[in-house]
């Protein structure tokens, strides 16, 4: 399934329209894009989708070139139009396809893909045997609580934002139709699975349940 038929929308309205399903937005791509080091050469984007988060990590480190992953190959286009002469598309699962050796693996918005626990330890340890000595993986992405009030309180707070730009029944429809499909790992489970791949997590961002995560090698 493409990304804009998984969302309910047009791919040229991605861009704008991210904005209003996702509470803090701009603030979590631009803290978790602060951390890339300037002198980083290769950045692996997994699920690249538009090209936002790429587009502020090779602002930060002017000479590197992004190799972008995803499947979707009409996202990957707009991508490249985002990243001119800087972007290497691979299409295909980022489960599956090869990385390079890198200084920076990237991902927002795309781990919440991966159905189960297991693939995601196995995807992690992938990750620590391409990074690079000083290298890191950085992921933006929901990562709600443990604890069964604090993750129902997340996820009001989620549908008070989707309410200011959708009724409150097209709010709920939305989250339901997401939940089908997307797997949101608590963050204490979350940061457990990138310990077992080789990784020492650190939350750098943290707001209802969502999260920025910073991983170097263990």
Not at 28 to 39: G, K, Q, R, T
Request: net charge positive.
């Amino acid at each position: 399934m493409s990304v804009a038929s998984h969302l309910g929308i047009r791919l040229d309205e991605y861009d704008a329209r991210i904005r209003t399903f996702i509470p803090d937005y701009e603030t979590m791509l631009d803290a978790a894009a602060a951390v890339v080091p300037p002198d980083a050469r290769t950045i692996v984007d997994l699920g690249i989708g538009t090209g936002a988060f790429a587009a502020r990590c090779v602002r930060r480190a002017t000479r590197a070139r992004v190799v972008g992953i995803d499947a979707d190959r009409a996202i990957l286009s707009v991508a490249a139009q985002r990243l001119p002469g800087r972007l290497t598309p691979v299409s295909g699962s980022f489960l599956r396809a090869p990385l390079p050796k890198c200084d920076i693996v990237a991902t927002s918005f795309a781990l919440h893909h991966v159905r189960t626990r297991p693939a995601k330890a196995a995807l992690y340890r992938r990750i620590r045997a391409r990074l690079r000595a000083r290298g890191r993986l950085i992921i933006v992405d929901c990562a709600p609580a443990l604890d069964h009030a604090l993750r129902s309180a997340q996820r009001e707070a989620w549908l008070a934002h989707l309410r200011r730009a959708y009724s409150p029944a097209k709010a709920r429809g939305l989250l339901a139709a997401w939940s089908r499909e997307d797997t949101y790992v608590p963050l204490e489970i979350e940061l457990n699975l990138l310990r077992r791949g080789g990784l020492r997590p650190d939350v750098l961002w943290r707001r209802g349940a969502f999260a920025v995560i910073v991983s170097a090698p263990a």
